[in-house]
């Protein structure tokens, strides 16, 4: 199946990368077998990069596509004595490169319970289509039925292995890009932004006759605490939200599996970041975000051929800055909602109890989530720090 321009932007870049501990250890075999049955309604899931003679790159359905890889238990260590956070062995990385696995999940017991690794390519989903899948794998746990993905974008309902070919694409599954881009280069660091804080500038704000939201409260602290540590002495410095568009657009079904969004681009020019009260800067997001959900704005700069979302690059809001550009973005996306109702998946023996660091997939990133006590998690990645 062709990559949608949406799709193609992440060849070679970082994988997600998440991380839980659960106390109490579930049937390891269960949740395999769960994995598994779930896999073939989300078969986008199972796909391994592949690169056509033409030079496109493409996925393709393999048996081995996603991978569920069981570690040796860990002996003789409490959970306080495993790093969660750096250990590539209880969550086996994704490299998004040609011939190699885009989803793999690794379990690994420990004396104190179980340790599920989740590692995922953005090439075949976004975080919609994550929380998507994972519900779906935690319902059939749980021997609870689950809402069905759209058969929009599907090897059973889609591209076939024979239209590809019969277009005059040879695939080459052994053409190897050299290494992730950039990874080498990323530093990675975390923070906690708390209720309170946000709760404060919310009502500052309301005094103010301003309504903006926590996510937009949180982009704003980072920009003035953040923007010239990763960017310094920028000119032009471009904020990047994603807007998730499924229920935006009519021709995308709301279970498409895969990526749709597009971006909301915030331009801030001088030292408009520095001089800007962290409540404008919110504000001055708010509205670049509400902008680009207008359903008809949607509308107008996507087209769907069939499975494939296309972006009418030209027609966007701030269109001359649509290429990505790590002297100038910073991206901050959100999970929020989905940690909100998720923080981690039940398996039938309850929640877990702790998480890793979530790894990000590109320079300049900053990714939200909310911890249990509320406050929300930042993962930052930056090639500056």
Same mark, same amino acid.
């Given at each position: 199946?062709?990559?949608?321009?949406?799709?193609?932007?992440?060849?070679?870049?970082?994988?997600?990368?998440?991380?839980?501990?659960?106390?109490?250890?579930?049937?390891?075999?269960?949740?395999?077998?769960?994995?598994?049955?779930?896999?073939?309604?989300?078969?986008?899931?199972?796909?391994?990069?592949?690169?056509?003679?033409?030079?496109?790159?493409?996925?393709?359905?393999?048996?081995?596509?996603?991978?569920?890889?069981?570690?040796?238990?860990?002996?003789?260590?409490?959970?306080?004595?495993?790093?969660?956070?750096?250990?590539?062995?209880?969550?086996?990385?994704?490299?998004?490169?040609?011939?190699?696995?885009?989803?793999?999940?690794?379990?690994?017991?420990?004396?104190?319970?179980?340790?599920?690794?989740?590692?995922?390519?953005?090439?075949?989903?976004?975080?919609?289509?994550?929380?998507?899948?994972?519900?779906?794998?935690?319902?059939?746990?749980?021997?609870?039925?689950?809402?069905?993905?759209?058969?929009?974008?599907?090897?059973?309902?889609?591209?076939?292995?024979?239209?590809?070919?019969?277009?005059?694409?040879?695939?080459?599954?052994?053409?190897?890009?050299?290494?992730?881009?950039?990874?080498?280069?990323?530093?990675?660091?975390?923070?906690?932004?708390?209720?309170?804080?946000?709760?404060?500038?919310?009502?500052?704000?309301?005094?103010?006759?301003?309504?903006?939201?926590?996510?937009?409260?949180?982009?704003?602290?980072?920009?003035?605490?953040?923007?010239?540590?990763?960017?310094?002495?920028?000119?032009?410095?471009?904020?990047?939200?994603?807007?998730?568009?499924?229920?935006?657009?009519?021709?995308?079904?709301?279970?498409?599996?895969?990526?749709?969004?597009?971006?909301?681009?915030?331009?801030?020019?001088?030292?408009?970041?520095?001089?800007?009260?962290?409540?404008?800067?919110?504000?001055?997001?708010?509205?670049?975000?509400?902008?680009?959900?207008?359903?008809?704005?949607?509308?107008?700069?996507?087209?769907?051929?069939?499975?494939?979302?296309?972006?009418?690059?030209?027609?966007? !809001?701030?269109?001359?800055?649509?290429?990505? +550009?790590? %002297?100038?973005?910073?991206? $901050? &996306? /959100? @999970?929020?909602?989905?940690?909100?109702?998720?923080?981690?998946?039940?398996?039938?023996?309850?929640?877990?109890?702790?998480?890793?660091?979530?790894?990000?997939?590109?320079?300049? !990133?900053?990714?939200?989530?909310?911890?249990? +006590?509320? %406050?929300?998690?930042?993962? $930052? &990645? /930056? @090639?500056?720090?």
């Amino acid at each position: 199946m062709p990559l949608s321009m949406l799709d193609a932007q992440f060849v070679g870049a970082d994988s997600f990368k998440l991380v839980f501990y659960y106390r109490k250890s579930f049937d390891i075999d269960h949740v395999y077998r769960s994995f598994r049955k779930v896999l073939q309604d989300f078969d986008i899931l199972s796909s391994r990069l592949v690169r056509a003679d033409t030079g496109d790159f493409l996925i393709q359905q393999t048996k081995t596509g996603a991978l569920f890889v069981i570690q040796p238990a860990i002996k003789n260590k409490d959970i306080n004595q495993i790093d969660l956070d750096i250990n590539e062995e209880i969550a086996v990385k994704v490299e998004a490169l040609p011939g190699r696995p885009m989803l793999i999940v690794t379990v690994t017991p420990i004396d104190s319970g179980v340790i599920l690794g989740l590692s995922y390519s953005h090439i075949i989903a976004d975080g919609y289509t994550l929380d998507m899948f994972c519900s779906a794998w935690e319902a059939v746990a749980q021997g609870k039925t689950y809402k069905m993905p759209s058969k929009q974008r599907s090897y059973k309902h889609g591209f076939s292995e024979n239209q590809i070919m019969r277009k005059g694409m040879q695939i080459n599954v052994n053409h190897h890009l050299a290494s992730p881009r950039n990874s080498e280069k990323y530093h990675y660091r975390e923070i906690n932004v708390t209720k309170e804080f946000i709760s404060s500038i919310h009502e500052k704000a309301q005094d103010q006759g301003k309504l903006i939201s926590e996510f937009q409260i949180v982009n704003a602290y980072l920009l003035k605490e953040y923007s010239q540590k990763i960017l310094p002495g920028k000119d032009i410095v471009t904020v990047k939200n994603p807007v998730q568009i499924r229920k935006l657009h009519p021709d995308i079904d709301e279970g498409y599996v895969g990526n749709a969004f597009v971006d909301s681009i915030t331009v801030f020019q001088g030292n408009e970041i520095e001089n800007k009260s962290l409540i404008d800067i919110a504000v001055k997001i708010k509205n670049s975000i509400r902008q680009t959900k207008n359903c008809e704005y949607i509308k107008r700069v996507v087209t769907v051929q069939g499975s494939e979302i296309i972006i009418n690059t030209e027609l966007l !809001m701030n269109s001359k800055y649509f290429e990505a +550009d790590p %002297n100038r973005d910073i991206m $901050i &996306t /959100s @999970l929020l909602d989905f940690s909100s109702k998720r923080n981690g998946w039940d398996f039938g023996t309850g929640k877990p109890c702790r998480t890793g660091k979530f790894q990000t997939v590109g320079p300049n !990133m900053f990714l939200l989530m909310r911890n249990n +006590d509320g %406050n929300i998690n930042v993962s $930052i &990645t /930056s @090639l500056s720090f």
